[in-house]
């Protein structure tokens, strides 16, 4: 059973930075490709940004050019480096293995999700 620790939000003002941190378990990180989503209430979770088992990348428009999606197969770890940070960003981030195309409507591999970790853009 694979499960994910979402970490690393916060309270940062317009502009600033956070580094989201994901930590799975599970046979098969290494071989599954990864992504985060975000959630603000009364809405449907938002696809943010994938990355292939191979390192390539892919990103939501909305955050092309100021967040960066990596990950360290050694640790099982996902992240997502988020510059400039808008108050349109504000939103709960939840990770997850996904199917590929890695796209906005990639499918997530598990109907179970972490508990996310919040993100408040806010001055």
């Known amino acids: 059973q694979v499960q994910f620790v979402e970490s690393g939000g916060g309270l940062v003002q317009p502009g600033g930075s956070l580094r989201l941190s994901c930590a799975a378990s599970?046979?098969?990180?290494?071989?599954?490709?990864w992504a985060w989503y975000r959630q603000v209430p009364e809405k449907q979770r938002e696809w943010v940004a994938g990355?292939?088992?191979?390192?390539?990348?892919h990103y939501a428009d909305s955050v092309k050019g100021r967040f960066t999606i990596s990950r360290d197969n050694a640790k099982k770890m996902v992240y997502l480096q988020m510059n400039n940070l808008k108050p349109e960003d504000t939103a709960v981030y939840y990770c997850?293995?996904?199917?590929?195309?890695?796209?906005?409507?990639?499918?997530?591999?598990?109907?179970?999700w972490g508990q996310g970790t919040q993100v408040t853009v806010s001055s």
């Open positions: 990355i292939t088992s191979i390192g390539g990348t």
């Open positions: 599970g046979s098969i990180f290494n071989s599954a490709a």
């Open positions: 997850n293995a996904v199917f590929t195309p890695i796209t906005t409507t990639a499918r997530p591999r598990y109907d179970a």
